[in-house]
């Protein structure tokens, strides 16, 4: 039980940490890196660099003038990561009981 809840606990960090990278690789630094031509917004083009942006390109491009600016670009990116998964809350556990011979209805032979 003990080297199951490390081994949850193990993995739940892993994933934390995999969610803070992509997080930060989506950032407004990102934004810089994104935009090739530096004229301070991101075409259809220069997203395709950029596989959650290239997929919610009219997400993110909130006023429809076909680029992302920036400042779209940071309004987007909390809304493009990946929900958190809903772990279940783990039931208590109940021990085993021995049968109470008294409360156990007992076979009869005919």
Do not use: C
């Not at 934390?16 to 031509?37: E, R, V």
């Not at 919610?56 to 909390?78: C, I, K, L, M, Q």
Request: avoid cysteine.
């Amino acid at each position: 039980m003990i080297k199951q809840m490390v081994v949850g606990l193990m993995l739940a960090g892993a994933a934390t940490l995999a969610m803070a990278n992509d997080a930060s690789s989506m950032g407004a630094g990102n934004f810089k890196d994104l935009d090739a031509n530096g004229d301070g917004r991101v075409s259809t083009t220069e997203a395709q660099s950029h596989a959650q942006l290239n997929e919610g390109f009219r997400t993110a491009d909130t006023n429809g003038d076909g680029y992302v600016s920036e400042t779209e670009f940071n309004a987007w990116t909390p809304s493009a990561m990946p929900a958190e998964p809903q772990t279940p809350a783990s039931e208590p556990a109940t021990p085993a009981t021995p049968s109470d011979p008294a409360t156990t209805p007992q076979a009869t032979t005919p």
